[in-house]
C-alpha cells in the first residue's frame, strides 16, 4: 500500500505520521501540507454549483465566470462579505486578524484607517487622491477622476 | 469545492462537448514582455519552436469557423485574445460576432488600443469582462517590464471600459522584479473601481524560458502577494482569482480563502481550448503542440485524440502517488516542456523549489537572454479607436 495514497488525517489516526498544529488546532499531514477537507474556492455563491466553474482555466478567465444560464457574470461588484467561509485561520501571520475573522466588510489596511473607519466610497475616494496628488495617474484621466476624488 | 473533489470532475468528458473556446485573433502583439507565454515567441532550438503563424484566415473565413466550431463543441463562452487581438482591423467585428455565438465574450488585451470609441463598441456587443495586464503601480516600472509605453494607456483603457458599462479585470504577473509591487497594483485597482484581479505567477513557456534567472518568482514572494490578495481583497472586495496552478505542496492554498485557487484544466470536462488564426487547436494557451485543425477534422475527431489523456497522465515522477496528483497535476506542465522538453520534467516553479542553486545555474541547460538596452516600443496611435472603434 502507498501510504502516500492515503489522507493525512487517516495516517495521523493511524499514527503513521507526526501532527503538526496550524495554530489553531486544525491539523495537516506531515507529507502533505494541504488539509483536504478545505475548499479551495469561495463560497461567494456565484458559482453555478456544476463543479465546471471550479476548474482554473490557464492564465486568462476569471473562474467565477460562469456559462450556465443561472449564473451571474463576472465577480465584479460582490461585496467583501459574500465569500465569506468561517473563521479564519491564519491569525499567525495576518496583520489585521483582529477585525476581520469573518469576511466582514472592515475597510482598514497598512494601518491608515481604524476605529471609526470612513466609509467605503470615502476611504476610496482618498486613496484615489492620494495616486492623483502622487502624479501616477496620467493627467487627462485624473481630470476626469477628480470630481470622484472630491466625494 | 476541493482540489481532491475537483480531480473527481477532471476527466474528460464522454462526449465532445466543452463550456468555453479561446481564440487568437492574431499572433502580433506591440508591446515586447520579456514573460510573455505566447509559444510562437519560442526561439530556435527551443522545445516549442517552430510554431507557424503565417496564413491567418480573412474576416469572412475566421467568422464562418467561430460559427462552425462554436455549433460543433456547444461552448457558450468565448474568450478573445491572441498576440494583441486589437492590432486587428476587423477585431470588432470578429468581437461582435462573437457575441451574436454565444452567451458570454470576454476580452483580453494589452490596452493600448482602448478608446473611448473602442470601449463603447465593445460595451454594445454585449462583452462581459475586459483583461488588462498591470505589471507595477507605476508607469516606470510597468512600462521597462512592458518594453512599451503603455501604462497610461493601459489606466486610460480601464477608465474608458468602465464608464462604457464593461467590467475590467486586472493581470498581475507576479515576478521577481516586480512581485514587491503588487499592494500598489490593487491599490490602483481599487482606486479605480476594478474589482477584479486574475494573480498569475510567471509560468515561462514560449520566448520566456530564456528569462528565468532574472524573473522567475520564488514561492517565498508568491506568498508574501497572497497575503496581500487576502488582506486588500477583502478589505476592498477585490475578487482575486489564480488562472496559473500554484502545487500544495509549496504554498498551503487553504490559508487564502479569499483567493480562488485555478489549476491546469488540460483533460478536463472544462479545457482551456484554443484556436489560432488558422484554426489549429491546441490545449490551452500555453501549449505548443497541435491537437488539430477545425479547417481539417470535425471536433469530434479532434477532440478525441490522445493528446489530452496523455498530457494528463503526464506528471512529474517526484508528484506521483501525492493525493494531488490528478488535480495539481505538478503544476504547468506545458511550461515543463517549454523549459526542459518534457511533459514529465518538474516545471520551473517546482524545480526551483526543489533545488535553489538551480536559479544561478539555469543558463547551463537553457540560454539565458541578456537584456539589451534599448528604446521602449511605442504602440501605434494609428491602429487604436480611430481605426477599430468606428462602427
Known sequence: MDLKRLPPSLLIALGLAACESDGDGATVGACLNVDPTVTTGSSSGTSSGSGTTEVGPCLDVDPSITTGGTTIGPCLDVPPGTTSTGADTDTDTDTDTDTDTDGDTDTSTGGDAGAGAPSESSHRSAVLGRLLDAGILPSDVAARLSGEADD | ?391
Open chain 2, 1 to 391: 469545492m476541493s482540489v481532491l473533489e475537483h480531480s473527481e470532475l477532471a476527466s474528460v468528458g464522454d462526449d465532445c462537448q466543452i463550456p468555453r473556446l479561446d481564440f487568437e485573433l492574431t499572433p502580433g502583439c506591440d508591446h515586447k514582455c520579456a514573460h510573455c507565454y505566447n509559444v510562437w515567441t519560442a526561439d530556435e532550438g527551443d522545445p516549442q519552436a517552430g510554431y507557424d503563424t503565417g496564413g491567418q484566415l480573412r474576416t469572412p473565413e475566421f467568422k464562418a469557423m467561430m460559427t462552425d466550431i462554436v455549433a460543433q463543441t456547444g461552448a457558450r463562452h468565448i474568450t478573445i485574445t491572441g498576440g494583441e487581438p486589437l492590432l486587428r482591423k476587423d477585431a470588432l467585428e470578429i468581437i461582435e460576432h462573437a457575441g451574436a455565438c454565444v452567451d458570454v465574450v470576454t476580452l483580453i488585451t494589452n490596452g493600448s488600443h482602448v478608446d473611448a470609441q473602442a470601449a463603447a463598441r465593445l460595451g454594445r456587443a454585449g462583452v462581459r469582462q475586459v483583461q488588462l495586464t498591470l505589471l507595477a503601480g507605476d508607469r516606470d516600472d510597468h512600462d521597462r517590464l512592458k518594453g512599451a509605453v503603455c501604462f497610461d494607456d493601459t489606466i486610460r483603457a480601464a477608465v474608458n471600459l468602465t464608464e462604457a458599462g464593461v467590467p475590467v479585470q486586472v493581470c498581475f504577473v507576479a515576478m521577481a522584479e516586480n512581485w514587491h509591487q503588487f499592494e500598489r497594483v490593487m491599490e490602483l485597482c481599487y482606486a479605480l473601481g476594478i474589482r477584479g484581479l486574475s494573480y498569475n505567477r510567471m509560468s515561462p513557456t514560449g520566448g520566456a524560458i530564456h528569462h528565468i534567472a532574472r524573473l522567475m518568482p520564488t514561492v517565498e514572494q508568491i506568498e508574501a502577494n497572497l497575503e496581500t490578495a487576502e488582506r486588500l481583497g477583502r478589505a476592498w472586495g477585490i475578487q482575486v482569482s489564480t488562472a496559473m496552478p500554484i502545487p500544495p505542496c509549496l504554498i498551503r492554498i487553504e490559508r487564502y480563502r479569499w483567493v480562488r485557487f485555478g489549476f491546469c484544466s488540460t483533460g478536463s470536462s472544462s479545457p482551456n481550448i484554443v484556436i489560432d488564426g488558422k484554426g489549429n487547436v491546441r490545449s490551452c494557451n500555453l501549449a505548443s503542440g497541435l491537437m488539430g485543425n477545425v479547417l481539417e477534422q470535425p471536433w469530434s475527431e479532434i477532440y478525441a485524440g490522445r493528446y489530452q489523456r496523455d498530457f494528463k497522465r503526464n506528471v512529474p515522477e517526484m508528484c506521483r502517488g501525492c493525493s494531488y496528483e490528478t488535480s495539481c497535476q505538478g503544476g504547468c506542465k506545458e511550461s515543463g516542456f517549454a523549459t526542459f522538453g518534457d511533459h514529465a520534467h518538474p516545471e520551473p516553479l517546482l524545480w526551483l523549489a526543489q533545488n535553489p542553486d538551480w536559479k544561478d545555474a539555469v543558463g547551463e541547460t537553457v540560454d539565458q537572454s541578456i537584456v539589451p538596452l534599448r528604446r521602449l516600443t511605442r504602440p501605434s496611435r494609428r491602429a487604436q479607436g480611430a481605426s477599430i472603434g468606428e462602427a
